[in-house]
T-cell receptor, first 112, second 117 residues
Framework: GESVGLHLPTLSVQEGDNSIINCAYS??????FIWYKQESGKGPQFIID?????DKRQGQRVTVLLNKTVKHLSLQIAATQPGDSAVYFC???????????FGTGTRLTIIP | DTGVSQDPRHKITKRGQNVTFRCDPI?????LYWYRQTLGQGPEFLTY????????KSRLLSDRFSAERPKGSFSTLEIQRTEQGDSAMYLC???????????????FGEGSRLTVL
């Protein structure tokens, strides 16, 4: 079946450095992707989304890049802070936009 | 706090017992979703409602699982005859879809953690 997944289960970054979290997807017809952040003991929180008619989208300290040729997207976090420590999921809608399929997540640890 | 609230936050039960979780969505949100999350995995979609109508339930894990949203506001997720494999975090989320537009922005609660002994 179709799937979306992340490359690395864990990532450690020095505070203040930039981090890049990667995600691959298998369905070439996918046209919408979302990144979520989940802190320990909390539910996932929406960060940013991107549609397939875009290659790049920027938010506050975050940038998502979409490469449709290789079916890959990434989340870049600039000037990481301790509060960025969390598990990050990429997700895409399946069976209609209501039903998100999440990847397995990357745990980002910010080293003080 | 006007976010999504779930109750109870933790539930420990013995195998074979029934459990019920409640979710109160953000008040103006018309869509409500249930997801399950096991350790080290991303959330897994179970079912969703638009107002009081349950529009998708084929992903419910078995006929032991049922969900309701009787008045289009709060929702309950019931698991009958619990098994150890049901141990997981059950997440509720809500969203507002004005004009039929869909986005991936769901507002999640903090979840109800179920432990089946």
């Amino acid at each position: 079946g179709e799937s979306v997944g992340l490359h690395l289960p864990t990532l450690s970054v020095q505070e203040g450095d930039n981090s890049i979290i990667n995600c691959a997807y298998s369905n070439s017809a996918s046209d919408y992707f979302i990144w979520y952040k989940q802190e320990s003991g909390k539910g996932p929180q929406f960060i940013i989304d991107i549609r397939s008619n875009m290659d790049k989208r920027q938010g506050q300290r975050v940038t998502v890049l979409l490469n449709k040729t290789v079916k890959h997207l990434s989340l870049q976090i600039a000037a990481t802070q301790p509060g960025d420590s969390a598990v990050y999921f990429c997700a895409e809608p399946n069976f209609g936009n209501e039903k998100l399929t999440f990847g397995t997540g990357t745990r980002l640890t910010i080293i003080p | 706090d006007t976010g999504v609230s779930q109750d109870p936050r933790h539930k420990i039960t013995k195998r074979g017992q029934n459990v019920t979780f409640r979710c109160d969505p953000i008040s103006e949100h018309n869509r409500l979703y249930w997801y399950r999350q096991t350790l080290g995995q991303g959330p897994e979609f179970l079912t969703y409602f638009q107002n009081e109508a349950q529009l998708e339930k084929s992903r419910l894990l078995s006929d032991r699982f049922s969900a309701e949203r009787p008045k289009g506001s709060f929702s309950t997720l019931e698991i009958q005859r619990t098994e150890q494999g049901d141990s997981a975090m059950y997440l509720c989320a809500s969203s507002l879809t004005p004009g039929g537009a869909n986005t991936g922005e769901l507002f999640f609660g903090e979840g109800s953690r179920l432990t089946v002994l």
